[in-house]
C-alpha cells in the first residue's frame, strides 16, 4: 500500500507557475506509477499527467503539454507538477494518484488507480 497527500494549491493570477507535491509513504513506493489528475466544478475529473515508476516515460494531457511538467523523487518519495504559463481553465481541484505497476505503461483513465490523495485547490485569476 502507498498513501498520498497533495499540496501546494493556492491562489495565482493568470501567467504565473506554481508548483504542487505529492508526498508518499510505503516501502516499496519506487513500485507505483503516479499521475495527477484534475476537476474543475461541474466537471468530470480528467487526466493531467503521468509518470511511471522509473520516472523515464512521461505523458500529459493535450491541454497542459508544453505548460506542465511532472517529475518524481523515488529517495525523497515525492512527485511533483511544475505549472507554468497557468491560465483561468487551469482552475481545479488537483489530486495525485498512484497503482501499482513496473510497466512503462502510463494510463489516462481513474480506474486504474487504487489511492488517492484528497486534493490540494488552484485557482487562478484573469
Known amino acids: 500500500q502507498v498513501q498520498v497527500v497533495e499540496s501546494g494549491g493556492r491562489l495565482v493570477q493568470a501567467g504565473d507557475s506554481l508548483r504542487l507535491s505529492c508526498a508518499a509513504s510505503?516501502?516499496?513506493?519506487?513500485?507505483?506509477?503516479l499521475a495527477w489528475f484534475r476537476q474543475a466544478p461541474g466537471k468530470e475529473r480528467e487526466f493531467v499527467g503521468g509518470c511511471s515508476w522509473s520516472g523515464v516515460n512521461r505523458a500529459y494531457a493535450d491541454s497542459v503539454k508544453g505548460r506542465f511538467t511532472i517529475d518524481r523523487d523515488n529517495v525523497k518519495k515525492t512527485m511533483y507538477l511544475q505549472m507554468n504559463s497557468l491560465k483561468p481553465e487551469d482552475t481545479a481541484v488537483y489530486y495525485c494518484?498512484?497503482?501499482?505497476?513496473?510497466?512503462?505503461?502510463?494510463?489516462?483513465?481513474?480506474?486504474?488507480?487504487?489511492?488517492w490523495g484528497q486534493g490540494t485547490q488552484v485557482t487562478v485569476s484573469s
Open positions: 494518484a498512484a497503482r501499482e505497476s513496473l510497466e512503462r505503461t502510463i494510463y489516462t483513465d481513474i480506474a486504474r488507480y487504487s489511492y
Open positions: 510505503g516501502r516499496t513506493f519506487s513500485d507505483y506509477a
